[in-house]
T-cell receptor, first 114, second 110 residues
Framework: DGGITQSPKYLFRKEGQNVTLSCEQNLNHDAMYWYRQDPGQGLRLIYYSQIVNDFQKGDIAEGYSVSREKKESFPLTVTSAQKNPTAFYLC?????????????FGAGTRLSVL | GQSLEQPSEVTAVEGAIVQINCTYQTSGFYGLSWYQQHDGGAPTFLSYNALDGLEETGRFSSFLSRSDSYGYLLLQELQMKDSASYFCAVLARSNYQLIWGAGTKLIIKP
């Protein structure tokens, strides 16, 4: 079955620690995205990538980093510089430059601070 | 700037019809999308309007009026499984990214 897999489902971060969230897709999509969702709020774009080896900052990139070495994978690292990392993180992918830009989402990773 | 406004919560009765509104301020966009998200789950695509007018997909319909900077999602024959949050989003021309509203929580009562 084609889809997007995020892991882990739950993650705990200690003070000063970097943590990496995994996102893998087998939909053969060119574009991938990372969003942050806080309780009762919409999705805010952290980073996006429209092609391998290229990515762009979204609205709230500070304290986060990404890489796109393979088409299928777009990991997100939450660095110690992100002072308020507790949130629900969603990864998505889409076919590049289709008019609708329909995005397909993974099941999410819930990150908490210990 | 670009922003979208939705009601935070709407309550309706099972079997009824409900409309979720979305007003926006944006300099330019390709179209208006709607996504559904159940509690703790992933958003899933529902509908897209590139042009003014009504798009129908089964029990769900979506409407766009660019002159009024306004759109809505209409859900008919409500079922308990429709209890979820609904997000509108515009596809910005500037960077081809979705700009999301804060979402409307739909509560359905028996």
């Amino acid at each position: 079955d084609g889809g997007i897999t995020q892991s882990p489902k739950y993650l705990f971060r200690k003070e000063g620690q970097n943590v990496t969230l995994s996102c893998e897709q087998n939909l053969n999509h060119d574009a991938m995205y990372w969003y942050r969702q806080d309780p009762g709020q919409g999705l805010r774009l952290i980073y996006y990538s429209q092609i391998v080896n290229d990515f762009q900052k979204g609205d709230i990139a500070e304290g986060y980093s990404v890489s796109r070495e393979k088409k299928e994978s777009f990991p997100l690292t939450v660095t110690s510089a992100q002072k308020n990392p507790t949130a629900f993180y969603l990864c998505a992918s889409s076919t590049r430059r289709k008019e609708k830009n329909i995005q397909y989402f993974g099941a999410g990773t819930r990150l908490s601070v210990l | 700037g670009q922003s979208l406004e939705q009601p935070s919560e709407v309550t309706a009765v099972e079997g009824a019809i409900v409309q979720i509104n979305c007003t926006y301020q944006t300099s330019g966009f390709y179209g208006l999308s709607w996504y559904q998200q159940h509690d703790g789950g992933a958003p899933t695509f529902l509908s897209y309007n590139a042009l003014d007018g009504l798009e129908e997909t089964g029990r769900f319909s979506s409407f766009l009026s660019r002159s009024d900077s306004y759109g809505y999602l209409l859900l008919q024959e409500l079922q308990m499984k429709d209890s979820a949050s609904y997000f509108c989003a515009v596809l910005a021309r500037s960077n081809y990214q979705l700009i999301w509203g804060a979402g409307t929580k739909l509560i359905i009562k028996p």
